[in-house]
């Protein structure tokens, strides 16, 4: 297959995924709840009110017209209106992402130089102390749930040594050092969710590589150690850690809702849990979707980064 | 058989981890008879009292006993997250049978609703699914397992598919047998192997995920002596010096989640054995 046949299958394939994906989220945030109107006007109210509130939020459609109606306007921008601020819930969304972006970028400008050098590190050591201790923390650190190590940070960091701050707000109108000091500690639970699946793809692909027919060639016509492993292992070995850093992107964001709420940081994440505690619908369709677009998209950024990282794709030699 | 059976006994990382859940649920079996406390007494003249003799874990801020919480806390999440994961496995073998087997369009449509759910994080599916139909331990079990499902379904269909085209299904057929007695008397017993697996690591992700869940408020509800609620009920307390009841139930999740894990590491290592 040439490579525009591939990105052109996997983009149809997106496609698919996230109309499935809207279906689910119309389905847990319109049909499953029931009564809406009922729900936001509570138990004592008079059914001709409730039949009212059904007419203005257009619930006494048929159902398919109101997937329709909903789909196509999330599509241009506009995810309706939020029961709880009764305000349209894209501006919120927007500047919540805003805020999730920051985090979440820190984390990965943290997380992957941490974990491909931990990876590469016990690749070369395999079978010694250091690889082991790696891989024990890599593993309690990737199956710990975000709260768990969040909190123990926190007593770490924030109380105890006193040396990072346990809010993630920062003062207003600070600058961008001092947002970043500030988003360190919440941003540590995340690279430690991340790390231990990210170290063990790169020493999985570091081993893989230094086992390799071209590693011993390059071994054995005399190249120094150093020009081996930059030219010939890490080149290979570093391929399959790099899409896997871009599908991650949706365990963050799932860890965006703990370490968020634990933080008290103003994210997607807390913009969630905020809509669900509420039972406010449209919020949390708005944010739930959006973060499923996120996730698709990365994925699909991944495998197009895969296929042209890879001559062997980009040439067309291989599926 | 046997020899898997030797090899998982004989790990270390296994028994560790067989170890540490065993004594959580002996903990959640009997802990109401061993605690020096009653978990649900409130001692209104002895709030948020440091760790001491009497109270080796001090107590939290309606004065019950954080010892005797901590180890009848067990109990719920011990009895949601197997249940969900129980759940997922049934539905799970079910939908992979036969998808793996006659293949075809529910097998892509499949596919599809799997690529969907993978595009969002568990955490997030289950907290739109409970705010829709409400927040119980048995709506936990109900959306964790149906979640599990077709993350189930694909490993046993992967499975199926490499079992569906040998000799002794053809056999089965030619016999005339009927088609569930080839799914489930022929195939099944020959996917056992990964199915065990894939328990064992749904079970760490269903405790990962009640855990999580009981923390942002909907998981297990109150007056449960559950962890994940007794940190979320306890953690704005620790800026004010008051570790305790935080710390001491932070580390039983912690401990139960690195069991369940090892002992599925252990079961994986003699499954590939």
């Given at each position: 297959m040439t490579i525009g046949r591939i990105l052109t299958k996997r983009a149809a394939l997106s496609l698919i995924t996230l109309w499935l994906l809207s279906a689910m989220v119309f389905a847990g945030g319109q049909?499953?709840?029931?009564d809406v109107a009922r729900a936001i006007l509570g138990p004592l109210a008079d059914a001709h009110a409730v039949a009212n509130l059904d007419r203005q939020l257009g619930l006494d459609r048929p159902l398919l017209i109101q997937y329709w109606d909903w789909i196509s306007h999330f599509a241009m921008g506009n995810m309706g209106q939020s029961y709880s601020y009764r305000a349209p819930v894209a501006p919120f969304v927007l500047a919540a992402l805003g805020y999730s972006v920051k985090l979440g970028t820190l984390a990965f400008v943290l997380v992957v130089p941490l974990s491909i050098a931990g990876g590469v590190w016990s690749a070369l050591h395999a079978g010694r102390l250091i690889d082991r201790i790696i891989g024990i923390i890599g593993l309690s650190a990737t199956i710990l749930p975000e709260f768990v190590t969040g909190i123990v940070l926190i007593m770490i960091f924030g109380i105890w040594l006193k040396i990072l701050p346990i809010s993630a707000n920062w003062p207003p109108g600070a600058a961008l050092p001092t947002q970043i000091y500030y988003l360190l500690l919440p941003s540590l639970p995340l690279v430690l969710v991340l790390f231990g699946y990210l170290a063990r793809m790169a020493r999985a692909g570091t081993l893989e590589a230094l086992a390799a027919d071209y590693t011993r060639t390059a071994v054995l016509k005399g190249l120094k150690p150093r020009a081996v492993l930059w030219r010939h292992v890490l080149r290979n070995a570093l391929l399959p850690t790099i899409t896997v850093t871009a599908t991650q992107m949706g365990y963050l964001m799932g860890g965006l809702v703990v370490v968020e709420t634990l933080f008290r940081y103003p994210g997607i994440g807390g913009l969630i849990y905020a809509a669900a505690r509420d039972k406010d619908f449209p919020m949390l369709e708005g944010g739930v979707l959006t973060v499923g677009v996120i996730y698709t998209l990365a994925g699909l950024i991944a495998d197009v980064s895969h296929a042209l990282l890879n001559p062997r794709i980009r040439f067309g030699a291989a599926e | 058989m046997k020899v898997r059976w030797r090899v998982l006994t004989r790990s270390g990382t296994f028994m560790t981890g067989v170890l540490i859940v065993a004594f959580w649920a002996g903990c959640a079996v009997c802990g109401r008879l061993i605690v020096p406390f009653d978990p649900f007494a409130d001692d209104i003249l002895n709030t948020l009292g440091a760790p001491s003799g009497v109270h080796w874990f001090g107590t939290d801020q309606l004065g019950r006993d954080v010892f005797s919480r901590v180890i009848v806390g067990a109990r719920d999440i011990l009895l949601v997250a197997p249940l969900a994961t129980a759940l997922g496995i049934a539905l799970g073998v079910l939908i992979g049978l036969v998808t793996g087997y006659f293949r075809g369009i529910i097998d892509d449509l499949i596919g599809r609703v799997i690529d969907a759910l993978l595009a969002l994080p568990l955490v997030i599916i289950a907290l739109l699914a409970l705010t829709a139909i409400g927040t119980s331990a048995a709506t936990v079990v109900v959306v964790i397992g149906i979640i599990f499902a077709p993350l189930v379904a694909r490993t046993v269909r992967a499975a199926v598919l490499s079992e569906r085209d040998l000799d002794y299904v053809a056999a089965a057929k030619l016999r005339n047998e009927h088609t569930v007695y080839i799914l489930f008397a022929e195939i099944l017993p020959n996917v056992i192997p990964p199915i065990v697996v894939e328990a064992g690591v749904r079970l760490g992700y269903a405790i990962f995920t009640v855990a999580t869940l009981s923390f942002i408020g909907f998981g297990i509800q109150p007056p449960s002596p559950d962890w994940g609620l007794a940190v979320s009920e306890s953690y704005g307390l620790i800026n004010g010096g008051i570790w305790w009841p935080v710390l001491f139930n932070a580390l039983a999740i912690a401990s139960l989640v690195i069991g369940v894990n090892l002992a599925a590491d252990g079961i994986q290592a003699a499954v590939d054995a």
């Open positions: 049909l499953l709840p029931g | -």
